[in-house]
């Protein structure tokens, strides 16, 4: 019988921001004295480096994408920009629904383990400790600790080795976005698709909840 969860962040557990990174994104680029356009470009073009941490601390990230874009910043103007990048970070991490703590409370009641699967920068993995989520949580694999992102298995192993338990005893619930949920269902997990922030996998054929207040009757709890 499966009883571990693991879930997600962005997109399953909170939103992920896409409205307003783009705001600050520009407001970033406005700071840094680099063309907003070049410099939204080269921060998505960086996703995958800076989910394992491949430049270090958000200054230097900041610093790095400047100078890709064109930009040549002084120490105030990174910092500026980290401040702002920082303040969206926070914001994410606390917009938890309510209903989503109910759940998680739900099922941690019922008996079950709940691990975090999270392709996540080294700036927003510090915000974590603060935000509504730890409590409920056995375990935490952060693509930047792991060193792998999804869908790389690595980072769903690394969940697994932590809590104790193979891939097959494990449910993982997560918005599709960068193949995750194929990944894990072929690691052997029972995989379930969220829309409630973002319909980020609509090819997903498998079992799909609206809201994250749906995943405990699903699983029978």
């Not at 920082?86 to 739900?106: E, I, K, N």
């Amino acid at each position: 019988m499966r009883r571990v969860l693991l879930s997600d962040l962005f997109s399953t557990l909170v939103p992920d921001g896409e409205a307003e990174r783009d705001v600050i994104h520009a407001q970033m680029a406005r700071v840094l004295g680099v063309d907003p356009v070049a410099f939204a470009r080269e921060f998505e073009a960086t996703s995958r480096e800076r989910f394992v941490g491949a430049y270090g601390d958000l200054p230097n990230t900041i610093r790095v994408i400047s100078r890709r874009a064109g930009g040549d910043p002084t120490d105030e103007q990174v910092q500026r920009a980290t401040n702002v990048r920082q303040g969206l970070s926070r914001r994410l991490v606390d917009a938890v629904p309510a209903g989503t703590l109910v759940a998680l409370a739900g099922l941690r009641s019922a008996g079950w383990r709940i691990g975090l699967v999270s392709n996540i920068t080294a700036h927003t993995e510090l915000q974590w400790p603060a935000s509504p989520l730890p409590p409920y949580f056995d375990a935490t694999a952060f693509s930047t600790q792991v060193g792998a992102a999804k869908p790389d298995p690595k980072i769903y192993l690394a969940a697994c080795t932590a809590l104790e338990v193979p891939p097959a005893s494990c449910v993982y619930v997560g918005d599709g976005r960068d193949n995750e949920l194929q990944a894990a269902a072929a690691l052997g997990m029972y995989a379930i698709r969220t829309t409630e922030h973002s319909d980020s996998d609509p090819s997903w054929t498998g079992p799909t909840v609206s809201s994250f207040t749906e995943l405990p009757a699903l699983l029978g709890v």
